[in-house]
Nanobody, 124 residues
Framework: QVQLVETGGGLVQAGGSLRLSCAAS????????MGWFRQAPGKEREFVAA????????DYLDSVKGRFTISRDNAKNTVYLQMNSLKPEDTAVYYC?????????????????WGQGTQVTVSS
């Protein structure tokens, strides 16, 4: 089992940057594929980015490609989401999630472990 804690959210102006971190408990962090999701008010939680356990494979929502970068440091049990050129439509609660296999990464129902979320607000 793994516990996840997100940090790094906040208020930023459009065009600005934020880096989210997700710290995981446990000694087998590199065994877990990790995903970032977001949920805006009144909307369903949507996939944002994913990374395999080794970090060798990544996937992104089309609307964040070229602006967001997912990475991980397995020695620190942490996954990151660097968000640049932020837009008001990026405003949401951002969640990290973990699963054992790097398959169906865009399907939120396949993740057994979730963090509590961190709020990102982008002002225009």
């Amino acid at each position: 089992q793994v516990q996840l804690v997100e940090t790094g959210g906040g208020l930023v102006q459009a065009g600005g940057s934020l880096r989210l971190s997700c710290a995981a408990s446990g000694r087998t962090f590199s065994s877990y594929a990790m995903g970032w999701f977001r949920q805006a008010p009144g909307k369903e939680r949507e996939f944002v980015a994913a990374i395999s356990g080794s970090g060798g494979s990544t996937d992104y929502l089309d609307s964040v490609k070229g602006r967001f970068t997912i990475s991980r440091d397995n020695a620190k049990n942490t996954v990151y989401l660097q968000m640049n050129s932020l837009k008001p439509e990026d405003t949401a609660v951002y969640y990290c999630a973990a699963k054992m296999a790097y398959v169906s990464m865009r399907y939120r129902g396949s993740y057994p472990y979730w963090g509590q979320g961190t709020q990102v607000t982008v002002s225009s």
